[in-house]
């Protein structure tokens, strides 16, 4: 079937450090990749995509590739703020079905 | 500022009340969804409107009841509901992709549901 799988959380970081957030998925056919952040006491906001192979999704300095040799799609960002503090989920759209989410990973940046 | 505007922002309820969620876009989006997400855990799938058509039910309870009465206004009819339904209830919006999904959804800020 089709699955995302994101690492434990919570990532704890001071600022200016370097974030990886791993995300590997399970789909059939070629699936779209999304990376979703969600901020405290808000909704989700789509953070960045990507819809094919090697494609690169890119976003307030966020960014992640679509490995599908590795059937990846991990977050990265050179330097985290404390206002990056939130929860981030990773996701996919298999062919012609519906958004499926990871379990999210908590990222908390200190000062 | 988010362009997905739901009503209440909070709501506590008792199990034998009756009471709406209320949700509106003005995105033109004609597809548009209601998520139930407990704490520390993805949203989950309730329900999909697309072009004001109820096209997917993820098997939710009859006492949850959706309604588009329009392209920009979605609804959640709530109906005896039990405590284990108290969750934040997230409205979203998108462009109707190939099937249901995009994936590229635009979310509210949610409705924190207590049901007592």
């Known amino acids: 079937g089709n699955s995302v799988t994101q690492m434990e959380g919570p990532v704890t970081l001071s600022e200016e450090a370097f974030l990886t957030i791993n995300c590997t998925y399970t789909?059939?056919?070629?699936?779209?990749l999304f990376w979703y952040v969600q901020y405290p006491g808000e909704g989700l906001q789509l953070l960045l995509k990507a819809t094919k192979a090697d494609d690169k999704g890119s976003n307030k300095g966020f960014e992640a590739t679509y490995r599908k040799e590795t059937t990846s799609f991990h977050l990265e960002k050179g330097s985290v703020q404390v206002s990056d503090s939130a929860v981030y989920f990773c996701?996919?759209?298999?062919?012609?079905?519906?958004?499926?989410f990871g379990t999210g990973t908590r990222l908390q940046v200190f000062p | 500022d988010t362009e997905v505007t739901q009503t209440p922002k909070h709501l506590v309820m008792g199990m034998t009340n009756k009471k709406s969620l209320k949700c509106e876009q003005h995105?033109?989006?004609?597809?548009m969804y209601w998520y139930k997400q407990k704490a520390k855990k993805p949203p989950e799938l309730m329900f999909v409107?697309?072009?004001?058509?109820?096209?997917i039910n993820e098997s939710v309870p009859s006492r949850f009841s959706p309604e588009c009465p329009n392209s920009s206004l979605l609804n959640l009819h709530l109906h005896a509901l039990q405590p284990e339904d108290s969750a934040l209830y997230l409205c979203a919006s998108s462009h109707p992709g190939e099937g249901a999904y995009t994936g590229e959804l635009f979310f509210g800020e949610g409705s924190r549901l207590t049901v007592l």
């Open positions: 409107y697309s072009y004001e058509k109820l096209s």
């Open positions: 789909a059939t056919g070629y699936p779209s």
């Open positions: 996701a996919l759209v298999p062919n012609t079905d519906k958004l499926i």
């Open positions: 995105m033109g989006h004609r597809a």
